[in-house]
């Protein structure tokens, strides 16, 4: 996918969980995180790369950004044209627990402990087995007030499209008297191969399988 992105003018967000687990320190990183980097470092001469860290990346703000045109660890980003840009992880509010476990993880302290940590590789790959068993049941539960009462709360603010990862599953929400202003949940591409493409002049939307969006953007 990403070759045939290469004969495209489009730019590029990743809005994280890109990989099943990316720990961006010495020892942690497999060849296929390395790989990943060569490519983004490549192409950032050529469109927008820009990455938003999931759940599943840790300290890559830190330590690759040099690899993207931006790379943010923030619960979103937004572009000057108003369009925003979510992970989806710090959306639910009422998850405490996940919050919790969010800030004990991705901090100063733990990053050192980890960079240090005997055996680290190895516990990560058991962190890795946990995250995978989580996955299978979080699609069923997904929190969806939350996520239209985070959109709501973003439209108000003037922001007018919102883009989101996270939750695996295709969904948009748009509430009639903010007009055109969405929000989209992108579909996981591992298991849908589906992309999202966003032309901003005029507006439009098209979320498919990958082949057949580039394919068709190329005629």
């Known amino acids: ?13 990743f809005l994280g969980d890109i990989f099943d687990l990316w720990i961006a320190l010495p020892r942690y990183e497999a060849d296929i995180h390395r790989r990943f980097i060569a490519w983004c470092m490549k192409q950032k001469r050529i469109r927008t790369i820009g990455y938003l860290e999931g759940n599943h990346e840790f300290y890559l703000a830190s330590q690759r950004a040099e690899a ?48 240090f940590l005997p055996l680290g590789p190895e516990f990560a790959d058991s962190i890795k087995a946990g995250l995978n068993k989580n996955n299978s049941k979080f699609r069923w539960q997904i929190p969806w007030d939350e996520i239209n009462l985070f959109a709501d709360t973003k439209f108000a603010e003037g922001v007018d499209t919102i883009f989101m990862g996270h939750f695996h599953q295709e969904y948009s929400y748009r509430k009639s008297e903010h007009g055109s202003k969405t929000i989209y949940a992108l579909p996981d591409w591992l298991s849908t191969q589906k992309i999202t493409l966003f032309h901003k002049n005029p507006i439009s939307v098209s979320t498919g399988p990958w082949i057949d969006l580039l394919q068709a953007d190329c005629l």
């Open 1 to 13: 996918m990403l070759e045939a992105i290469e004969s495209t003018a489009h730019d590029l967000i």
């Open 68 to 115: 993207f045109t931006w790379c943010s660890k923030e619960a979103w980003w937004q572009d000057e044209t108003g369009t925003l840009y979510v992970h989806g992880d710090q959306i639910n509010r009422k998850d405490r627990n996940y919050l919790r476990f969010k800030k004990l993880t991705k901090n100063r302290i733990t990053k050192s402990i980890l960079r």
